[in-house]
């Protein structure tokens, strides 16, 4: 009970319970099943759970499998692209010009040649999670230090070596954000992949409870995707504090 | 070496040269069908059919438009929340749990509930866009903003300064920057929500004449939406790298020099 | 001559209870018009809290700084400061010219174009004619303080406090700038106070030398430095009299650091 009483608590605390009575008090007046505030939607979540829960694994489990792919082809792709200065160089357009085609745009077209199952989805997907990945590995690999090329020189590495100790953690905090864009893109595409070929998934359950206007079943839907988010971030958070606490560190100390 | 230069200097031509070499080679290998893999001048004709017809031009200038809206919109009010969030400390730490958990909504969930409440019209358009990338500008803003070191803030003091100038003439100019950073990322997420609700809403844009094209199995048209849409990236991109080198002009020139 | 700082007994601490850290303990010394006072202490004393205190940027616990007959309650139209990481405090978006000028935006006397010919003045008089159009990245480190002195003197603040300004430069251009400071001071008149952790630069510069004690920090010696006006690097370094002085104040300091347990120095 120490926290109830600290300040920072109800600092963080108030804007949020503000916004939920004045939403509260809206719906009330508005008396429709259109309009539901946050009790009606506690209400759903309490009474669809479970169903919310099992879809909210094809849709994790989907968005896991093609970040995977994505970061297994990519990051090494990315890498190599960086060390091979001019094919880097003459491709960099090329990448950014995918990175402006909207995964959506690709939905269509992976349609004709997966159909709407869960390979089609799949590789959605992998498409959003790999242009996030590319762009910040290709970027990290080819901005590392020439210090840090002369250290391994003056302490004979070899070129394995050098990849290992100097140039991967050189390009790690990079790759992280990578990483961390890929996850959020990999989870927003995954949705939306479900509500465009639709089978089954988060996104279908949220579709459906809205065409049958349950309302508050959509945004029980929309809040567990929301938590999931949160959670998903808050551990890739902690995998980078863990990893990269001294990239932190030492960004701090010039701040 | 002479080759090597030519070839940097023209490398954005070189680049678009090849992925239309490649394709056209995959296309005509006949690797996969042809039906679904047209080559280059089928997907140009399928242009120019749509061009003719006045539906590209007028679809495009709808989604492009959306788009554009969507991203003034909210990096308008990103950047402001950040500004009040760093004026009054009390707002900054209230807002955090609401950046947490709105954020990682997706556009497309949205845009079922928001057709009931808003109709199919610009205001869905312009809610959906909005509360999906004001984040990226909100947040870069905040931790740029709040990152402006002591030295920066106590010199601005020295010279008289009020807080309400240290904060518009010292620490926005510092933010700049990591706000513009974020800006551009959600120019990319802008693109992708606007493209996204045009398919579920079903109603205009390039969107839903990819969905529709596609039913129709009008595959080389499909081909070429797509075209337009990077293409409609690279368009909102160029016009950010307009207004980034106007105000932060210095900062390019200056992460430049240690490259 | 008129004083023109004063520090009354200035206490600070940091923190409260059990855990709290005395920092300055009851300082007190003056400043007159026309003076330039060097502070030096041992590492990890109060210097840098004392200088914000003088600078009006921190509120002491106890005591009081007055400017001129006042008691500072904040930072004031009178004081400038130049601060030893110009990194930072020049501003990166802004050009040397726009730098110098932007030390003028409380004067509302002169024109626009008047506060640009005067930036073009102080730049030339720190030796950056020709630099005024550059950005400060694009110079070196004993350049951009440059600047920042420029800046400091553009404000015509009648005291400029300058807090290890030359730390961070190496030493040849460390010496050039002891000069090009002491000739600028002079030139302008200018009251200012230095602090520094370099005992042979606080001795060569100063007209007096305040030396710190350890934390809680108060004033130990004031030893004014009676080697007249014209400095040299050369010749004064060698004057028996500046090796007298720089060894009272060296073996204050140094009787500090024998008396503080090894584990407090990292």
Partial sequence: MKRLADKSFWNAVWLPVAILAVWQVLAMRAHTPLFPGPWQTLLAISKLYPQIVGQLGFTLSRAGIGFLIAAVLMVPLGILLGRLKLLGKVLEPAIDMLATLPPPAVVPIVMLFAGTGDAAKIVIIAYAAAVPLLMNTYEASRTVHPSANLVARALHLTKLEAMLHIDLPAALPMIATGVRLAVSSALLVAVTSEMLLATNGIGVFIQRQQENFQISGGLAGIAFISLAGLIINSIVFQFEKRWLFWHYRNANSKG | MALERWILRFRSLVSLALILAVWQGVAMLELVPRKYFPPIPDIAAGFWSMLLSGELLAGDSLTLGRALVGIVGSSLIGIGLALLGEMVPAFRSAFRPIAAIVQPIPPAALVPMAIFMLGLGFKLYAFVIILVTIWPPYLNGAAALAAVGDVEVKTGRMLGLSERDILFRIKLPAAWPEIFAGIRYAATISLIAVVVAEMLAGRDGLGFMLIRKAFATRIPEVYALMFVCAFNGVVLNALINLLRWRITGWHMRMTERTP | ?266
């Fill in chain 3, 1 to 266: 001559m008129e004083t023109m700082l004063e520090a009354r007994e200035l206490a600070k601490s940091y923190g409260t209870g059990a855990g709290a850290l005395k920092i300055l303990d009851g300082i007190s010394f003056s400043v007159k018009k026309g003076e330039f006072v060097s502070i030096v202490g041992p590492s990890g004393c109060g210097k840098t809290t004392l200088l914000m205190a003088l600078a009006g940027l921190l509120k002491p616990d106890a005591g009081a700084v007055s400017f001129k007959g006042k008691v500072l309650t904040g930072p004031s139209a009178g004081i400038a400061v130049v601060f030893q990481d110009y990194s930072r405090s020049l501003f990166a978006w802004k050009s040397n010219l726009e730098n110098v000028v932007f030390g003028m935006i409380r004067n509302t006397t002169l024109s626009k174009a008047e506060k640009r010919a005067k930036g073009r003045e102080l730049l030339a008089a720190v030796g950056l004619d020709g630099f005024a159009d550059h950005y400060p990245w694009q110079l070196s480190g004993g350049m951009q303080q440059r600047v920042a002195i420029a800046r400091g003197l553009a404000s015509e603040s009648e005291l400029l406090l300058l807090d290890e300004p030359l730390a961070a430069v190496d030493a040849q251009t460390r010496a050039d700038m002891q000069d090009l400071l002491l000739e600028l001071a002079e030139r302008f008149q200018q009251t200012c106070i230095l602090v520094t952790h370099d005992v042979d630069e606080a001795v060569y510069m100063a007209d007096r030398v305040v030396v710190l004690t350890r934390r809680p920090t108060r004033v130990d010696h004031d030893i004014v430095v009676d080697l007249g006006d014209r400095r040299d690097q050369i010749t004064t370094r060698e004057d028996p009299r500046f090796l007298e002085i720089r060894h009272d104040v060296m073996a204050a300091i140094r009787r500090f650091r024998a008396e503080t347990p090894l584990a407090e120095k990292a």
